[in-house]
């Protein structure tokens, strides 16, 4: 497993280390170094994560956002706001899986297994 930054218009900011899979996402972001990275980002900018990132009081150290798609139960509706965020997440979302796609068809590095000792334990 290993954690990735994409920037909106899909270029690469961030690879980490590959680790095992028994480590949490919250882990991976403390010791992948990535939080070292978020030193320079700019107070108030926004970090996008897939559902399951418990990280935004490690954003909050750095002044930065969790921005994460609004979750919506099937009861209730999306307030205006929600859906204006939810709209300006997607489309970035959309940059980011097109790179992830690309590095997958192009480069082959996501297909298959990777060697164990590629690993760090």
Request: hydrophobic share 40%; charged share 15%.
């Amino acid at each position: 497993m290993g954690l990735f930054g994409i920037a909106p218009n899909g270029v690469f900011t961030f690879v980490s280390q590959l680790y095992s899979g028994a480590i949490s996402n919250r882990q991976l972001v403390i010791e992948s170094g990535f939080l070292k990275l978020l030193e320079s980002v700019p107070v108030g900018c926004g970090v996008m994560a897939d559902r399951g990132f418990e990280i935004q009081d490690l954003l909050v150290k750095h002044n930065l956002i969790l921005n994460i798609l609004p979750f919506k139960d099937s009861k209730t509706s999306l307030s205006e706001e929600s859906v204006i965020k939810t709209h300006y997440l997607a489309n970035a979302r959309m940059h980011v899986e097109h790179t992830v796609g690309r590095v997958k068809s192009y480069f082959h590095i996501l297909n298959g297994n990777i060697p164990s000792q590629c690993l760090v334990p």
